[in-house]
């Protein structure tokens, strides 16, 4: 027997700024390799997913007309708190055990410079991505982007951290609301991920973030019709067209990708303006030019 | 007064949409009659003589002499100085042809008010029936409208019960709302001074001195506040535009802008005129080509 | 030569009076146009019999009258298609872009040449007004080839730190309310950037793309580089799920959008979608009315309604109500309703007769819902042909279904608000997202009502405004993409 009995949770939801537990009642388990133990997570249902979806809209319009000045400082603010935690944080990444050491903390710390950069990005793509439009004709047209909404992030299991918060942060900078659905194998990194955020500034409903069973969930946001956007990585054929076919009903937007591990490494590829863009809609206004 | 500002874009759009309406055959001539009867033959030139407007006075009860089986109709009224009013009444009187005088220190409006009024009384009393005055600009764009109206007032009673045209001279004023507040001072201002009747009173865009005049879209805006004094009250306002007008094209164009701007009442010469001298004549050519199909020289028709 | 009588030189003319009204005489555009009787499929440069052996006929919608028969391609014939753009793709793509360029001079100079002939082919086969298929359809067309020829040696410009490459194979179907220019906006940037293309008309609309096909021989586009089948839903059906392309654009109601979607959902599949809309229209007591006014009537009636962004929901300032009604009532009055080829027609012919039933069901079921109708019955419609008098309805509650189902015809929906507030809230509560109009003369709340405004295209103080340099498309359920501007190259480029 041990001297001392490990204070053991189960990590919660992150819901509307709140950590809460399932509704659903449900956890689910998984293996810590490096401790050798079981932890334990809340498994969202389709209400949690609902009640998440439901913050996220609430959430919108005040996270879209912040100034980017304000968002840059909250997103730079996480990247500040995850610094607090890099080592914690690596210590999460080793519930997979594969990583050596090393890598983990080099996992952490590109994690930290994309948010860093990604910072930067909330009060300049619109110099980036909008323009004035040369129209014959005495019109001002102007074309501004503007965050799509609500949208829906399922992140893949490897490198676990790193991809999450890439695919995280592009939506998010610019004002996006984002729900973010843990890689199902490899979930504590994220589930960590939402204690940080909570002491980010980051106001509530802004980020939530689910663990669970991806099966439980990913139809449903398919067909939430308040989720505007799903942003995925390497899904199989069966489930992209899936998600695809359900995603038609409300002309949800689906941004898809295929990235190999390394490759979420590549810094100056990952955090450039096209990784942004997906998650924008461009805006033109049209005003006549006269006394 | 309520404010009603005007967009500039959209108007010119919607003023030159009237350019591209097509009038062909019968409502080509049709309307060239009509705009032909709607002309204030005008001369407004400091060499104007005696003999000059005896003869615009007969261009204008028979603006041509050849014969027609459908007889032209004589042009609405000719327009001159005071001084000219006496002869040009003589010719005209019994015709049905109007005189019409400047008056009120035109073109510029730069003298005393009693000057103006004495001016505007001397030219009704020497038998014109149509008095075109000039406002006050000076007072208008300094933005002292109560002056402007209260001058509008006097010699609406100064002239009454000869016609009144408030000349607003659009070219000086800047942009198209100072043209619509203009239109709507002048005609609040005149309406106040007791009932009117349809066509009593005119708003027009122009001395002729001045470019630009009679453009599409500042006739534009002077319909419709004409459409609106016409809305809240039910009187019909008359519109002359002045100046610039002097292909029969164009004037087909200012009439399909009335039809569809205040609708087909406006289009006679009680309600529509316009300022116009070397109008009548490109009116007559594509009337006649019409008539006898064949296109006519300039010099088939008698100058003024 | 002045010819005096006696007799007409004693008699005083009279002033005429002219209290009768003066009417516009007929004033027919009469350019001919050669139809031929057939139009094959334009495969791999040339003209083709449908492997299908089907026709259907195309008629013009204001006489009733078929203009030609038009094959009807089959799943084989859009094989053959697809095959003859992938063939065409590595010769294409590879020319250098200074080239590419040359050829969409080309066409868009040769559209500007052909112009009349294209307007009134337009105008016949689909019933718009000869003055708009004249003055905005086809220079427009021409615009979006001249303006996107000038981008194919710039792409490496276009996008900042990315290096574009062609799509591929694009599908391409598009609507029958503006023909020949929505094939202009689907095949000139897909040409620009690389891609080879596969192009289906709507089945009631085929004959100007199919005379684009000619001037695309003309000007020696090489074959393949776009092909034309025409057909009707299931053309379009089999063309977006063709395992074959690497993109699909439609642009059409979202009801069939979302059939598209879905079948384009298995593989690979870039998709950008131009939807339907139901764009509110906001009129501020502050306005400049007059203009507003014409923003109304370019809004809704511009083409019979038939436009995805036309400006159907309008909310007036309560304070104003009246007097837009009555000034609306006034200005509809002159609208000439008939052929579309008169210079002077301003409402043309419904374009098919399922349409007419629909804004027939529309209208009716709004007045049983307790709106009241406002129409003009002064003017005859002509008897034969397809026509739906232009109207709005007022006494319209949000939750009515002609405030929120998407119409397409000249049906104007008028309610009210009384603060900006309000008039947001109103104009935001619908899946749409194409198109907003706003007027007021306030500077500081048309960039606010412009920025809270949810649609991809926001028109303030004017409406209806569309150009080859400006991104067009929507939010919401009025799809994704952009077409038109550095935007609209988008769809068409890998980074």
Do not use: D, W
């Given at each position: 027997m041990p001297q001392r009995i490990d204070v053991a949770k189960t990590w919660k939801l992150y819901i509307g700024g709140r950590f809460v537990r399932s509704e659903s009642g449900q956890s689910f388990p998984v293996h810590h390799r490096r401790h050798g133990t079981t932890v334990h997570l809340c498994r969202a249902s389709r209400k949690d997913l609902r009640d998440s979806v439901e913050a996220a809209k609430a959430a919108r319009s005040g996270w879209s007309a912040a100034s980017g000045y304000l968002r840059g400082q909250i997103l730079y603010r996480m990247a500040e708190m995850l610094e607090c935690r890099r080592t914690e944080m690596a210590e999460a990444l080793a519930?997979?055990?594969?990583?050596?050491p090393k890598q983990r903390l080099d996992e952490v710390d590109a994690t930290i410079d994309r948010l860093v950069s990604f910072a930067g990005w909330s009060d300049k793509i619109e110099q980036i991505l909008g323009g004035q439009n040369a129209v014959p004709g005495p019109y001002y047209n102007i074309t501004v982007p503007e965050p799509t909404g609500v949208v829906g992030v399922l992140p893949p299991d490897k490198p676990a951290l790193l991809a999450g918060v890439s695919m995280l942060a592009a939506p998010l900078c610019v004002g996006n609301t984002v729900i973010l659905i843990a890689p199902e194998a490899h979930p504590l990194p994220t589930a960590l991920l939402g204690e940080i955020l909570a002491t980010s500034d980051v106001p509530s409903g802004v980020v939530n973030i689910l663990t669970g069973r991806r099966a439980d969930l990913i139809g449903h946001l398919a067909d939430?019709?308040?989720?505007n956007a799903i942003s995925a990585v390497n899904l199989d054929e069966e489930n992209l067209t899936d998600l695809r076919k359900r995603a038609a009903e409300s002309i949800k937007r689906i941004h898809h990708e295929r990235v190999t591990t390394p490759a979420w490494m590549k810094h100056e590829e990952r955090c450039s303006p096209w990784c942004v863009e997906p998650f924008l809609e461009m805006k033109t206004l049209w005003h006549p030019s006269a006394c | 007064m309520v404010a009603h500002p005007v967009d500039a874009i959209m108007l010119e759009q919607r003023a030159a949409s009237f350019t591209r309406r097509s009038i062909k055959e019968g409502a080509k001539k049709q309307g060239l009659r009509l705009a032909l009867s709607m002309v204030d033959l005008t001369t407004l030139e400091g060499s104007d003589s005696p003999e000059k407007v005896r003869s615009l006075c007969r261009k204008a009860i028979r603006p041509w002499e050849g014969a027609l089986d459908n007889p032209l109709p004589s042009v609405a009224a000719v327009c001159v100085y005071p001084n000219l009013v006496p002869i040009a009444k003589q010719v005209l009187e019994g015709t049905g042809v109007r005189v019409a005088s400047v008056a009120t220190g035109f073109p510029s409006g730069q003298y005393p008010l009693g000057v103006r009024l004495r001016d505007a009384a001397e030219a009704v009393a020497a038998g014109a029936d149509e008095i075109d005055m000039v406002i006050n600009r000076g007072a208008f764009l300094a933005g002292r409208d109560e002056e402007v109206a209260e001058e509008i007032r006097e010699v609406r009673s100064t002239v009454h019960p000869a016609h009144l045209k408030i000349i607003l001279e659009t070219g000086e004023l800047g942009n198209y709302d100072a043209i619509r507040r203009a239109s709507d001072l002048a005609i609040e201002a005149a309406a106040s001074t007791g009932p009117i009747r349809d066509g009593e009173i005119f708003i027009k865009t122009s001395t002729g001195k001045i470019a630009p005049a009679a453009t599409m879209p500042a006739v534009l805006v002077m319909l419709e506040a004409i459409r609106d004094h016409w809305f809240a009250t039910g009187v019909r306002i008359g519109m002359k535009p002045a100046g610039g007008i002097r292909k029969a094209k164009a004037a087909l164009h200012q009439l399909a802008m009335v039809k569809e701007t205040l609708g087909d009442d406006w289009l006679t010469p009680k309600l529509f005129r316009f300022g116009a001298s070397t109008l009548t004549n490109d009116l007559l050519r594509q009337l006649i080509r019409m008539e006898r199909h064949r296109y006519m020289a300039a010099h088939d028709f008698s100058e003024a | 030569m002045t010819d005096r009588t006696p007799d007409s030189t004693t008699k005083v003319p009279v002033n005429v009076a002219t209290s009768a009204s003066w009417e516009y005489a007929p004033a027919p555009e009469r350019t001919p146009v050669e139809i031929e009787d057939r139009y094959g499929l334009f495969i791999d440069g040339e003209f083709q019999s449908p492997r299908s052996r089907r026709w259907f006929d195309t008629a013009n919608p204001a006489t009733g009258q078929p203009l030609a028969r038009v094959a009807a391609a089959n799943e084989k014939d859009v094989d053959d298609a697809v095959a003859s753009a992938r063939k065409a793709l590595p010769g294409w793509s590879r020319l250098r872009g200074q080239e590419r360029a040359k050829y969409l001079f080309r066409i868009a100079r040769r559209i500007q040449e052909r112009a009349r002939e294209l307007s009134v082919l337009e105008t016949m086969d689909g019933g718009k007004p000869i003055k708009e298929s004249r003055d905005i359809d086809i220079p427009l067309a021409a615009r979006h080839f001249f303006y996107h020829a000038g981008w194919a040696d710039k792409l490496q410009w276009a996008f900042a730190g990315a290096s574009p490459r062609p799509v591929g194979v694009c599908g391409q179907i598009i609507p029958w309310n503006f023909p020949l220019l929505m094939a202009a906006w689907k095949l000139a940037p897909a040409l620009a950037c690389g891609n080879t293309c596969v192009l289906k008309p709507a089945e009631t609309t085929p004959l100007t793309a199919l005379r684009l096909a000619e001037i695309l021989q003309e000007v020696d586009l090489p074959p393949g580089v776009v092909n034309i089948v025409t057909g009707a839903g299931r053309t379009g059906q089999h063309l977006a799920a063709h395992q074959g392309i690497d993109k699909l654009a439609f642009t059409g109601s979202t009801e069939v959008g979302r059939k598209i979607a879905e079948a384009a959902a298995k593989g690979d599949r870039r998709l950008t979608l131009e939807l339907g809309g139901k764009s509110p229209h906001i009129i501020f007591a502050d306005a400049a009315l007059d203009q507003a006014v014409e923003g109304i009537v370019n809004g809704i009636w511009f083409n019979q309604g038939h436009v995805c962004c036309a400006g159907s929901r309008l909310f007036v300032e309560e304070s104003i109500q009246e007097e837009v009604v009555r000034r609306l009532e006034h200005r509809m009055r002159s609208l000439r309703v008939g052929d579309p080829l008169d210079k002077n027609t301003d409402v043309g012919a419904i374009n098919n007769p399922d349409q007419l039933d629909k804004i027939t069901a529309y209208v009716e079921t709004g007045q049983s819902e307790g709106a009241m109708l406002h129409e003009v019955n002064s003017q005859d419609l002509p008897t034969k042909g397809l026509w739906f008098r232009p109207c709005f309805l007022t006494?319209?509650?949000?939750?009515?279904v002609i405030a929120r189902d998407e119409i397409f015809g000249p049906v104007l929906a008028v309610m009210t608000f009384r603060t900006p507030e309000e008039a947001l809230k109103r104009a935001n509560n619908t899946p749409y997202g194409l198109a907003a109009g706003v007027w007021t003369d306030k500077g500081a709340r048309i960039f606010e009502m412009a920025r809270r405004l949810e649609a991809g295209v926001i028109w303030c103080n004017t409406y209806n405004q569309f150009d080859a340099a400006s991104p067009f498309g929507g939010i919401k359920e009025s799809g994704f993409g952009r077409e038109g501007g550095r935007h609209g190259l988008r769809a068409y480029v890998r980074l």
């Open positions: 519930a997979a055990g594969s990583q050596p939430h019709r308040e989720v | - | 006494g319209v509650q949000p939750s009515h």
